[in-house]
């Protein structure tokens, strides 16, 4: 067996379907490589393919208006994107996909996806529940955004990121993820020197800390730039069930935030 083919099994949307299968759509798919900042889809490009994230980061982002790009998800390894567009019906991507970090990404032709959406229930409830999965997330931030206060939404996506994208041990979880502070602020839903004091006050009250980038005198990998790499930031959650009871709590976190949590 193959290490795509294996990799293809492993994604939650096709396990559990006949290996034969899978191995039709794995004839089918095509491999590709992008450097950390290009675009993989455009938003209201002509759809094409499922991607699925093999290896690297990427961020979903939607542009407004006013020219203004927001960061709405995160993808990991293992990742679907561009799903949402085959339940349309003028089939255009509905969001960009930019990698964050170096990426490979398997693609599916839709007209295979549409094959396999017709001969395997299975895979139709699954690609469905994904979408769904996506849905539920996306308006639980909304939810987050109408009701809760700034420090608390940081709060919610520090957690999520945790979940999603970092490595727990005991209490603590290092967000793996490289952020900027305008992609927390987007995925918040506030701005960025709001962002910048939130995360200053959670790391003084003991619930983060960050362990900062190096001097890249000849330009670091992920992100091109040749001096303090912003990028290479990874967040440190100290104790995330004290984060989690901040973010849960009733306090009024517009003021001040909940007492400094016990660090072990």
Known sequence: MSDRLAFLQSIPILADMP????????????????????????????????????????????HSALGRDITVAILKPGDIFGEVCLFLADRIYTSSVIAITPITA????????????????????????????????????????????????????LIYLAKTTGVQSNDRALITTPLTRHEIADLAGTTVETTIRVLSRLTKAGYICTIHGKLVPKGCRLCGIDSYCHRCNKIVIMHLSALKSFAEDSCDSNQQLCPQPSIV
Do not use: W
């Open 19 to 62: 290996i034969e299968e899978i191995a039709q759509l794995e004839s089918q798919v095509s491999e590709r490589k992008y450097k950390s900042g290009v675009e993989i889809f455009s938003e209201g490009g002509e759809a094409f393919a499922i991607g699925v994230i093999l290896r690297g980061r990427a961020k979903v982002v939607k």
């Open 106 to 157: 398997l693609f599916i032709p839709h007209s295979q996806v549409v094959e396999a959406l017709n001969e395997s229930p299975l895979f139709a409830k699954r690609l469905i529940a994904a979408v769904s999965r996506r849905l539920c997330y996306t308006q639980e931030m909304l939810r987050f955004l109408v009701t809760e206060a700034v420090d608390k939404r940081i709060a919610h996506l």
